[in-house]
T-cell receptor, first 114, second 115 residues
Framework: AQTVTQSQPEMSVQEAETVTLSCTYDTSENNYYLFWYKQPPSRQMILVIRQEAYKQQNATENRFSVNFQKAAKSFSLKISDSQLGDTAMYFC???????????FGAGTILRVKS | GAVVSQHPSWVICKSGTSVKIECRSL??????MFWYRQFPKQSLMLMATSNEGSKATYEQGVEKDKFLINHASLTLSTLTVTSAHPEDSSFYICSARRDRGYEQYFGPGTRLTVT
């Protein structure tokens, strides 16, 4: 069974600074997908970024980028130029290539301070 | 595109009654829908996976007779909490996936309070 571990329950960052959220996972699969979701106080789940395991290049979406280390089974999220609107709970998630289910980590609460 | 709605957004019901939550994919056909439960400041827990026209697959530990799931069409899945009790109070989230593709699109969630 796959597991996803987020070791940082809470983090805070000053506005305009950079923060990195950690995620590790355990799987015996070779092909899979990894995701970072954001859940703001509204509780609507928002996809931030996705990574296909077969792609070596790290995914980037504007201020959000990942550091995907397949051998180390690590998938961290870097948020640059943090904004107050980035305050949310962030979940790392795993899905097998032909699977159905998302496996979520426990989440990291990120607070951006002005 | 890929919008998922849930109704109601918040419901309060009395202990012993049943409540139905709807999940709709508004601009795409969803062959698979998922129901999650989330407690405050915790992660999402998958309750069941439903495929259009077939019985839902429940995760271990989820009572299928208590949480009835019906995926009647390619755009609608419903979750009925039967004989609700205060411990069923939670935030319920659905998601939907297209026939082709792996991404899940999430609804805004439904807050259930059982008094």
């Amino acid at each position: 069974a796959q597991t996803v571990t987020q070791s940082q329950p809470e983090m805070s960052v000053q506005e305009a600074e950079t923060v990195t959220l950690s995620c590790t996972y355990d799987t015996s699969e070779n092909n899979y997908y990894l995701f970072w979701y954001k859940q703001p106080p509204s509780r609507q789940m928002i996809l931030v970024i996705r990574q296909e395991a077969y792609k070596q290049q790290n995914a980037t979406e504007n201020r959000f980028s990942v550091n995907f280390q397949k051998a180390a089974k690590s998938f961290s999220l870097k948020i640059s130029d943090s904004q107050l609107g980035d305050t949310a709970m962030y979940f790392c998630a795993f899905m097998k290539q032909y699977g159905n289910k998302l496996v979520f980590g426990a989440g990291t609460i990120l607070r951006v301070k002005s | 595109g890929a919008v998922v709605s849930q109704h109601p957004s918040w419901v309060i019901c009395k202990s012993g009654t049943s409540v139905k939550i709807e999940c709709r994919s508004l601009d795409f056909q969803a062959t698979t829908m998922f129901w999650y439960r989330q407690f405050p400041k915790q992660s999402l827990m998958l309750m069941a996976t439903s495929n259009e026209g077939s019985k839902a697959t429940y995760e271990q530990g989820v009572e299928k007779d208590k949480f009835l799931i019906n995926h009647a069409s390619l755009t609608l899945s419903t979750l009925t909490v039967t004989s609700a009790h205060p411990e069923d109070s939670s935030f319920y989230i659905c998601s939907a996936r297209r026939d082709r593709g792996y991404e899940q699109y999430f609804g805004p969630g439904t807050r259930l309070t059982v008094t």
